[in-house]
């Protein structure tokens, strides 16, 4: 186990420094600059700004500086919202996201994998037609009109939720609705057609044989191994709830990390989607370890090499 880890580790440090060094050059091959747009400013100006942030450098040695700074912490300035540093932008706006977030992971499992188990139960039933179909729904319907949908039934019609901010815990129930569909919907899939496989093994016609009743052996024996394509999608999910849904946050004007990463990259604010990619791409890649390590202690058959 230990050597596993280590090994993941190394990979992981490697896959963030891919990452970091696609983003930095795909970003710099753009035209334009992070102070172009700012027309109030003289050309004069401009390139004083670019010196002061060393943008006026060849683009190997920024890059060079920028790797040295971010081995030792330092993520640099934004570019764009003077007087604050990236990583003080990531460590304010990242618990916002992430309360959203965990409040939609939460959700996704507690409504997910016990309807995903009632529709391998009730297999060709109406039930199981009625969660396919929302199922379906879910992943095929985008977020964005998720979105929309709720404001305005709830926001604009009915008026009992607010639809900006994050004032009140009123606030937090159609973003976390909106993030959660469809993972909720995804997880009911997996379930779904994971259980029935795990219902048509050899060890459920043992325990049924053994006089075993049928809800001891689908908690007990069926769940357990259906569970694990679950939490196969943990990782990405985790990732993608905890850090903001971009287009959820961006609706519901609420004031968290996705949001923060669609308005660098509308500005250029170079330093911070560097920043901001490193720090999703670490925290992905963490939850994945994670998610392996878990994967093992469900089932200690998985040999982690």
Not at 139 to 156: E, K
Not at 228 to 251: A, H, N, W
Request: charged share 15%; net charge positive; with cysteine.
């Amino acid at each position: 186990m230990i050597k596993y880890i280590v090994k993941r580790i190394l990979l992981a440090i490697v896959t963030i420094w891919v990452v970091a060094t696609l983003t930095f050059f795909l970003m710099n091959m753009v035209p334009g600059g992070p102070f172009m747009a700012e027309k109030a400013i003289s050309p004069a100006a401009q390139a004083a700004l670019a010196a002061k942030y060393g943008l006026d450098k060849p683009l190997h040695e920024q890059y060079l500086t920028y790797m040295k700074d971010a081995l030792h912490g330092d993520l640099g300035d934004s570019l764009k919202q003077r007087g604050r540093t990236v990583s003080g932008i990531i460590s304010t706006k990242f618990p916002v996201s992430a309360k959203v977030g965990g409040l939609a992971v939460v959700v996704s499992l507690l409504i997910g994998v016990p309807l995903g188990c009632v529709a391998a139960y009730k297999r060709g039933k109406v039930l199981d037609s009625v969660i396919s179909v929302v199922s379906t729904c879910g992943i095929a319907v985008p977020s964005f009109v998720i979105c929309t949908v709720l404001m305005y039934v709830f926001g604009v019609r009915l008026r009992i939720l607010p639809t900006l901010g994050l004032t009140g815990w009123k606030n937090y129930i159609m973003p976390v609705a909106a993030l959660s569909f469809y993972p909720t919907a995804y997880i009911m899939r997996l379930m779904r057609s994971s259980m029935l496989d795990a219902l048509g093994q050899d060890y459920m016609r043992t325990a049924k044989a053994k006089g075993l009743s049928q809800s001891v052996s689908i908690f007990k024996h069926a769940l357990r191994n259906a569970i694990l394509p679950v939490v196969t999608y943990l990782g990405p999910m985790i990732t993608y709830t905890l850090t903001g849904s971009f287009i959820v946050e961006k609706i519901f004007t609420i004031p968290g990390l996705g949001g923060e990463f669609i308005g660098a990259i509308t500005s250029r604010d170079y330093t911070l989607i560097m920043g901001t990619t490193i720090f999703l791409a670490a925290f992905m890649v963490v939850m994945n370890v994670v998610v392996d390590i878990v994967y093992k202690i469900i089932d200690p058959r998985i040999q982690l090499k």
